[in-house]
């Protein structure tokens, strides 16, 4: 089934540890996503990819990072966790087309504690 | 500083009644508007989407009304039904660049 696979669906992490989500997606897309989901705040771009190899920071990007080094897998890596990193973690791509709609992966869990 | 605002965080309608879904913007320069809907425990979906030089777009169930001078755009689901329960979202974007998300609007479908 085509679309975006996370993982994993939930975490709970130690803080101080260091934590890699992982997004692949195989409808060639180029253009990729990560968002945090806060209540009350929606969707808050962490970090993105407009193709392979590049990369671009989001509205919230301080704590994590990113890379791009195929068209599939975009994966986001908290190199130190803290707890105001707990969220619900969304990845997504978009074929860039105009007016085009993104596609989401079902999302990752995360709690630091 | 919220380029895309959806004000009311809840809404509640009876089942068979019509749902309507408010966002106002504040960039002039958006020339594409989106409304996903989410489900809990999944990723959001897309619903429908409006291009700035409409002011309708209607898929079944579902349309959406661009008010470009009132820099306002709603969604009406005609008629309710339970599955609709869900968070709705409304996003913009300018030349297809990043989409600007809302803070969402959670509707409650009452039987």
């Known amino acids: 089934i085509a679309g975006i696979t996370q993982a994993p669906t939930s975490q709970i992490l130690a803080a101080g540890r260091r934590m890699t989500l992982r997004c692949t997606q195989d409808?060639?897309?180029?253009?990729m996503y990560w968002y945090r989901q806060d209540l009350g705040l929606g969707l808050r771009l962490i970090h993105y990819?407009?193709?392979?190899?590049?990369?671009g920071k989001g509205e919230v990007p301080d704590g994590y990072s990113v890379s791009r080094a195929n068209t599939d897998d975009f994966p986001l890596t908290l190199a130190s966790a803290v707890p105001s990193q707990t969220s619900v973690y969304f990845c997504?791509?978009?074929?860039?087309?105009?007016?085009?709609?993104?596609?989401f992966g079902s999302g990752t869990r995360l709690t630091v504690v | 500083d919220q380029q895309v605002k959806q004000n009311s965080p809840s809404l509640s309608v009876q089942e068979g009644r019509i749902s309507i879904l408010n966002c106002d913007y504040t960039?002039?320069?958006?020339?594409?508007f989106l409304w996903y809907k989410k489900y809990p425990a999944e990723g959001p979906t897309f619903l429908i989407s409006?291009?700035?030089i409409k002011d309708k777009n209607e898929d079944g169930r579902f349309t959406v009304f661009l008010n470009k001078s009132a820099k306002h755009l709603s969604l009406h689901i005609v008629p309710s039904q339970p599955g609709d329960s869900a968070v709705y979202f409304c996003?913009?974007?300018?030349?297809?660049?990043?989409?600007?998300w809302g803070a969402g609007t959670k509707l409650i479908i009452k039987p």
């Open positions: 409006i291009s700035s």
């Open positions: 990819s407009n193709t392979a190899g590049t990369t």
């Open positions: 996003a913009a974007s300018v030349s297809n660049y990043q989409l600007i």
């Open positions: 997504a791509s978009s074929d860039s087309k105009a007016g085009g709609g993104y596609t």
């Open positions: 960039n002039s320069m958006f020339d594409y």
């Open positions: 409808m060639r897309h180029n253009a």
